[in-house]
């Protein structure tokens, strides 16, 4: 397996001052990199940025293990992670339509959502209809209905009482 670290370090260097807005010009011994202001604030450096690679790079702005620069970056990408979540609940579901039925529920704030494609699978359920009685000051009986994905073991809740309302 050949792996060299200098330039995993060097690539991530340069996917994150990238994605934060900086304009990146390939050196023979490095990056050159100029900085959004923002960015140059969080890192604490200054807006033009020589970054040194390699082994014998031994600058105040040099890329290795250790280094106060990459140690400034891993902690500002850190700071905020993405996080996204989405529910889709659909009373049916049909073969096509997936596209309208997710806009006409959904608005999408700054980003760009859409269905790249659908299938239909089939699967197992166990359903399971349990008889209970608790005791304390009074005795209490009743129902539980389960229902489980036999795949991946996932409860279904709402699918016991979608079974007894056919």
Known sequence: MNFNSDTTLERFVRRFLELNGAAIENRFDGLDALLP???AVCLNTPEFLRIATGENAEEKSAIHYGSPLLEKIVHTACDSVPLTGCRLEFTYIKSQGFDR?????FVFANS??????????RTDYLLLSCRYMAQSDEQKEGLVELAFNLESGAAVPEMGRQVDSL
């Not at 039925?101 to 529920?105: E, G, K, T």
């Not at 760009?112 to 699978?121: D, L, M, W």
Request: aromatic share 0%; net charge negative; hydrophobic share 50%.
């Open 101 to 105: 039925l997710i806009q006409d529920q």
């Open 112 to 121: 760009v959502g859409r269905v790249i494609g659908a299938a239909e699978v």
């Open 37 to 39: 202001e923002h960015l």
